[in-house]
Each structure stands twice: as C-alpha cells, then as structure tokens.
C-alpha cells in the first residue's frame, strides 16, 4: 500500500508480553492515527498526532502508548498485552480534509 | 447510543439492483461526512465525501439531511465488485476526528 507501511502484519503475543507496531508514511503529511477495528464496533481512535512530538488520546487510549518522534513514523506501543487487545490495528494519515489513508493493517492475537 | 449508527446487514442483493444504505449521527456540530469502504480483510478506503447538496459519482449518490442528522447511500446496477463493508464516517470539530459507523455489509449476488 503505497505511502503508509505498517509493520508486522501479523503478531500473536502471550499475555503480558510487549511489543510496537510501527507505522512509516513517504507522503509528507502532518496528522497520523492509530485505530483499531473489532467486530460490530467500527474503527476506534486509539492516538492521534497532529504534528511530529505531539500526541492526543483518542476514544480508548487504556493500555497503549505512542511515539511521534519525526513527521514520517507513528509507533504504538503495548507494555502490557491483554486478551482484549487482539484486535485489527490500522494505522492512518489524514491527506486532505477528510480523506484518511489507511495502512494495510495489523493482526495482532493475544493468548 | 453509538455517535453514527448504521444497519449492520448483510444486505444480499442481485446483480442489477439498486441499494439504499442508511446512516444516523448523533452529534449535531458534526462537520463532515463520507463514505468508505471496506473490503474483507483490507483497509478502508474512501469511496466519496457528502455534500449537503446531495452528490454523485458514476453508479453512487451520496445525501445528507443535517436536520435530521442522517446520510445516505444509494448505489445502482449493483456489481459483483460492489461486494463490501460500506462506512459511514462524520468528522467532530476541527475536522481531525473522525468518527467511523459499524459498517452495512453488501453481498451482490451472480
């Protein structure tokens, strides 16, 4: 998926584990996104960064970190994985207003 | 109450026919509102924004009714690639939060 590359695309973590799942875009654009999408619950807005070193929660940040250190990467951090975290984790820019551009996605299990 | 609302489905049509999908949002300040779709096992993508006026693109024709905090979408001569989850996304203030629906799943039908 050209401009926003998501990494692992598939984890399958015990509980209690850590981990980060990280996002890179080529697209030069200032607000990213990390959300995840369950069954029947639509996508949720875990994190946004508006711009590179600024960070915001979103709708269910409990048990994530994130890290916005340039313009171009956006990590996700579990320090602590739990069985409710297995999710589908999509990683976003918004590139114009309105238009998010999703990463292809991140399967992550915890047992 | 969910912020956006829609009809799960699965809504299972034929080739050819003509399908509504409906969408309800609860926070009157919302500024912007599209729609997205979701193939299985993939990333949403955008398929078109909704204008107030109403508008089309090709076979899809998006509506927004602000009074009654409602979108909608219509899609004609449905094809087998229409196949899809469809979302239903308003934007909060400043336009930065989105706010994404369960997604209506569309089966089209040999």
């Known amino acids: 998926n050209a401009g926003v590359t998501q990494t692992p695309k598939f984890q399958v973590l015990k509980t209690g584990q850590s981990m980060t799942l990280q996002c890179a875009q080529d697209?030069?654009?200032?607000?990213m996104y990390w959300y995840r999408q369950d069954p029947g619950m639509g996508l949720r807005l875990i994190y946004y960064s508006a711009s590179e070193g600024t960070t915001d929660k979103g709708e269910v940040p409990n048990g994530y970190n994130v890290s916005r250190l340039n313009k171009r990467e956006f990590s996700l951090r579990l320090e602590s994985a739990a069985p409710s975290q297995t999710s589908v984790y999509f990683c976003a820019l918004s590139v114009n207003t309105g238009e998010l551009f999703f990463g292809e996605g991140s399967r992550l299990t915890v047992l | 109450r969910k912020e956006v609302e829609q009809d799960p489905g699965p809504f299972n049509v034929p080739e050819g026919a003509t399908v509504a999908f409906n969408c309800t949002y609860s926070?009157?300040?919302?500024?912007?509102f599209f729609w997205y779709r979701q193939d299985c096992r993939k990333e949403p993508k955008l398929l078109m924004s909704?204008?107030?006026s109403g508008n089309e693109d090709g076979r899809f024709t998006a509506q927004l009714n602000r009074a009654s905090q409602y979108i909608s979408l219509l899609i004609r001569d449905s094809k087998l690639s229409d196949s899809a989850t469809y979302l239903c996304v308003v934007t909060r203030s400043g336009g930065q939060n989105f706010v994404f629906g369960p997604g209506t799943r569309l089966s089209v039908l040999p």
């Open positions: 926070n009157s300040a919302s500024q912007s």
């Open positions: 909704v204008y107030s």
């Open positions: 697209m030069n654009h200032n607000s």
